[in-house]
């Protein structure tokens, strides 16, 4: 099971909302975070391309990077692992907290229900 630091996890989540973005567009939306110089984003993206989390194109000569990984799937991953290693209860559990937020949709919301009931019956 993958874990993602913090940065990561947000440009991940940067792509699922854009779905594509230039290297130049995912720092300009994280710069005020991290305080890092472009280079070093690029840094990142480029290692998370070679983690296979990222894939990238050229398109009109400008490098365009998009999410590999279910934005669904990295959700249950990482709420498993909290469920199991830091609450020692049920993922499914956690499942009200999405009621209210907009990090997923409803789809999503019932797609991750799915892959949580999955993973607990593979216990």
Known sequence: MQQFITT?????KLLWRYKQLSGREIHEKTCSKTKWAYSTTRTVVERMVK?????????????IYKAKL????????????????????????????????????EEEIAELRDLLQSKESEK
Do not use: T
């Not at 990561?8 to 991940?12: S, T």
């Not at 296979?52 to 000569?61: A, N, T, Y």
């Open 70 to 105: 279910s934005k669904v799937k990295v959700f249950a991953s990482q709420i498993s692992v909290f469920a199991d290693k830091i609450l020692e209860r049920d993922a499914e559990a956690l499942l009200p907290l999405f009621a209210k937020s907009e990090a997923l949709s």
């Open 8 to 12: 990561e996890f947000d440009i991940l």
């Open 51 to 63: 983690k296979d989390f990222l894939s990238k194109e050229v398109f009109h000569g400008l490098i």
